[in-house]
């Protein structure tokens, strides 16, 4: 995809914090984990959730969420702030871009000016806006305001930036991941989702998954892409944990193992594993499951709750116990073969961007299309096989609110059952 060009002398380059610079969403959990209960902490994840699906505004969630924490002294919050990594590669991108030229602004609805603020000293932007906060007596009062809180909140204060810094559109690019930011696309040339959600994807220019110093060849072109991209063990390991999770059918079939059991088996070696999760953000080991899980973690999850295991064993399990033999064996082909394979080969090889997902490549696609038909094959007639793998990785590469881990085995189930 050819890139926009963009004048580096007065360019802006506006960051998310929160998924992009951050961890997202560690501060308030982190915050929480110190100093509410186990209420509490379920009821900022369901706010969070509850937002992620659109349920309710971001405004609605963050206003009960900092009720939360009145009373908490300012100071104690702003270093469990400053304990928060920064994302990999974060600084390395604000220096090329500085040398470069680019002027950078943070932009975070979750977080207080003041953190906001404190980080982009760290990493050398000059603009920082945040949401406000009460304080009385030195603690917040779980009151919060600000512009950037509002759905075209951070669209009023990258406006204003940009007209009282004598800055152009032009040449204005946003490196963002959720929804929140669609106001502020009018506003730039180019935009950028890193490791962005559905609707982010849909709507930016281009994206960019795994390290954040990917995304300089799209802000500069003179950046080769070559001298950014970081050689990791990590992606191999953790597609071959997906494509050798084929197994599981394979076992079945042929070693006559009951497929309920497994399926239990495996839903509570998960919850096993959601429990070393959050035993691994407070920095404490867990056996085996903290030396597989620093293995396969990549970027942000290595500060965060990995969820991806989660979807991917829900997606097997559901497989197993839902649907009767062999149709759920071949929905696990299709999500182990098909997505494996379309992942690993498309970015390797893939040079096609697909249009309505500018994260997938066709040529993976196409190969995770065989890939899964051979392994369906060995449950079901070519008919059903051709039409589960086509409907899984039709799954595969279109946007959407759903985990695909559990999407495409689920409705590739469910066509061979029609």
Known sequence: MPSKGCGKNHSLIVFDVEGVVLPKRRYLLLEASKRLGIHEIFLIITLGFLYEVGVVSLEFAL?????????????????????IPIIPGALEVFQTLRRRGYRMALLSSGLPTLFVEDLAKRLGAEYAFGLGIEIVDGRLTGEIFGDIIKPSGKAIILKNLLNDQGLSHDGCVVVADDRNNLSILPLCDKSIGYNADFIFTIKCDYVVKGSLQEILPYIDPDLRKEQFTISSHVEPFRETIHIGSFLIPIVCKYLKVDAHLLGILILLVTVVYVASEFVR?????????????????????????????VFFALGIVLSLLIFPIPIGYASIAVLTLGDGSATIFGKKFGRTVLPFNKSKRLEGTLLGFFSAFLGTLIFVDPVKGFIAAAVGMLVECVPSPINDNISIPILSGLVIML
Not at 283 to 308: D, H, M, Q, R, Y
């Open 63 to 83: 206003r009960r969420i900092y009720k939360l924490f009145k009373g908490v002294v300012l100071d104690e919050s702003f270093q469990t702030f400053r304990e």
């Open 281 to 309: 953000l407070r920095g404490i080991k867990f056996p085996l499951f903290s030396t597989i899980t620093s293995k396969a973690v990549i970027g942000e999850e290595n500060w965060s709750f990995a969820t991806s295991p």
